[in-house]
């Protein structure tokens, strides 16, 4: 059972736009904690896609939109392709627990239908 | 290109302990601005923190594992390394390690390519 909750797929159709939620509490998200999005694609190591809840790392497609508030975060994905079938996993840091706590979400599938 | 490789037994029996290296090259394991991580992923599951360490030698740990888990740093050879004691089939995952932000802003950045360690008699 993961600190951060993500609903454990979405799907859409080429061209759709899909959203993928990570919800937290008050010790990790709503403590102002900043929020990364990981990207993993089948059978190779995760790759950072979102960092600083909003901010893409270098080659990065603008496709691919991050946001927080509150208690929660959001992925959206544009003009979805079929590259983008992939997990996607959310990650934050919770204070209960010990300082610089890293917790991440239990992932997403993407299906792109 | 900054670039991590783990390496290590890929086998590992039951009550034993698990020993992992990450080699880093094309920077410095030293940088003041960097924690050093271990992450893992039972097959078909989701990712799981181990715990970070910065070049210093401070380590902080998940919760969940810190009874079992030491984290350590070489920074003459550019490694770290981590060592998981008294394993159990539960610890088998694929295990990555990863640069991590000294802030709450960066994120992990860098990842290994990751490597299986299976724990069976």
């Known amino acids: 059972q993961s600190v951060l909750t993500q609903p454990p797929s979405v799907s859409g159709a080429p061209g759709q736009r899909v959203t993928i939620s990570c919800t937290g509490s008050s010790s990790n998200i709503g403590a102002g904690y900043d929020v990364h999005w990981y990207q993993q694609l089948p059978g190779t190591a995760p790759k950072l896609l979102i960092y600083g809840n909003s901010n893409r790392p270098s080659g990065v497609p603008d496709r691919f939109s991050g946001s927080k508030s509150g208690t929660s975060a959001s992925l959206a994905i544009t003009g979805l392709q079929a590259e983008d079938e992939a997990d996607y996993y959310c990650q934050s840091y919770d204070s209960s627990l010990s300082p610089m706590n890293v917790v991440f979400g239990g992932g997403t599938k993407l299906t792109v239908l | 290109q900054l670039q991590l490789q783990e390496s290590g037994p890929g086998l590992v029996k039951p009550s034993e302990t698990l020993s992992l290296t990450c080699t880093v090259s094309?920077?410095?394991?030293?940088?003041?601005?960097?924690?050093w991580g271990w992450i893992r992923q039972p097959p078909g599951k989701g990712l799981e923190w181990i715990g970070s360490?910065?070049?210093?030698?401070?380590?902080y740990y998940n919760p969940s594992l810190k009874s079992r888990v030491t984290i350590s740093v070489d920074t003459s050879k550019n490694q770290f390394s981590l060592k998981l004691s008294s394993v159990t089939a539960a610890d088998t995952a694929v295990y990555y390690c990863?640069?991590?932000?000294?802030?709450?802003?960066?994120?992990?950045?860098?990842w290994g390519q990751g490597t299986l360690v299976t724990v069976s008699s």
């Open positions: 990863a640069r991590q932000g000294y802030d709450f802003w960066s994120g992990l950045d860098y």
């Open positions: 094309g920077g410095s394991i030293s940088s003041s601005s960097y924690y």
């Open positions: 360490i910065y070049y210093s030698g401070s380590t």
